[in-house]
Nanobody, 124 residues
Framework: VQLQASGGGLVRAGGSLRLSCAASGRTFSTYAMGWFRQAPGKEREFVAWIKWSSSSTAYADSVKGRFTISRDSAKNTVYLQMNSLKPEDTAVYYC??????????????????WGQGTQVTVSS
């Protein structure tokens, strides 16, 4: 399984970015996908989760109402639409795959595969 994250960049506060995570290597119908982020000097934290088969979603309180996770089965790609960005959203964002969970997992160790990360920087 390979995960390729992209879409990061530099944006001003209040702006938007859309991250993509292209997945390859197998069928993902039983998988769940997560987005995490890690700021300098901080632990990796959960951002959002989606169950591939049902599109059920879950979000961290800090991003609820601003971020939206979605998936495109035809493209084997998961997206994270980020609106109303704040400087505190600055971090490296990672996508991750969980082979078999039916409920949101917010701990990084629960995920089986990881992408390489993409930098998001929000200026004030």
């Amino acid at each position: 399984v390979q995960l390729q994250a992209s879409g990061g960049g530099l944006v001003r506060a209040g702006g938007s970015l859309r991250l993509s995570c292209a997945a390859s290597g197998r069928t993902f119908s039983t998988y769940a996908m997560g987005w995490f982020r890690q700021a300098p000097g901080k632990e990796r934290e959960f951002v959002a989760w989606i169950k591939w088969s049902s599109s059920s979603t879950a979000y961290a309180d800090s991003v609820k109402g601003r971020f939206t996770i979605s998936r495109d089965s035809a493209k084997n790609t998961v997206y994270l639409q980020m609106n109303s960005l704040k400087p505190e959203d600055t971090a490296v964002y990672y996508c991750a795959a969980d082979r078999d969970s039916d409920f949101p997992r917010i701990r990084a160790y629960a995920y089986d595969y990881w992408g390489q990360g993409t930098q998001v920087t929000v200026s004030s």
